[in-house]
Nanobody, 119 residues
Framework: QLQLVESGGGSVHTGGCLRL??????????MAWFRQAPGKQREWVVH???????RYRDSVKGRFFISRDTSKNSMDLQMTNLEPEDAGVYYC????????????????WGQGTQASVSS
């Protein structure tokens, strides 16, 4: 069983920055960040597959950036120029099965961390 622990998050004004961190208890093949705003479905933000090339949601391209530290089994999400539409609970997800990564689908999830953006 892989365990994921997120940290970071908080409250900022429009245009502000936040950094989220996700640390896994072991190695993984792929990882992603998702978010869920109140009353909305959870949506993916960025996928990082085994190729190492991240795939970002269009609305966050150029504003959000990920960095992975394989020695720490971690992946950070740097969020810049935040907008109120970026607010929500952010979840880290990971997968150890390479086949599932190619779908992609994720078995392991963190508990979520809140990001609030006020205008």
């Amino acid at each position: 069983q892989l365990q994921l622990v997120e940290s970071g998050g908080g409250s900022v004004h429009t245009g502000g920055c936040l950094r989220l961190s996700c640390v896994a208890s072991g190695r993984f093949q792929c990882m992603a960040w998702f978010r869920q705003a109140p009353g909305k479905q959870r949506e993916w933000v960025v996928h990082l597959g085994e190729s190492g090339t991240p795939r970002y949601r269009d609305s966050v391209k150029g504003r959000f950036f990920i960095s992975r530290d394989t020695s720490k089994n971690s992946m950070d999400l740097q969020m810049t120029n935040l907008e109120p539409e970026d607010a929500g609970v952010y979840y880290c997800a990971a997968e150890t099965n390479l086949f599932k990564c190619r779908n992609p689908e994720y078995t392991y999830w963190g508990q979520g961390t809140q990001a609030s953006v006020s205008s």
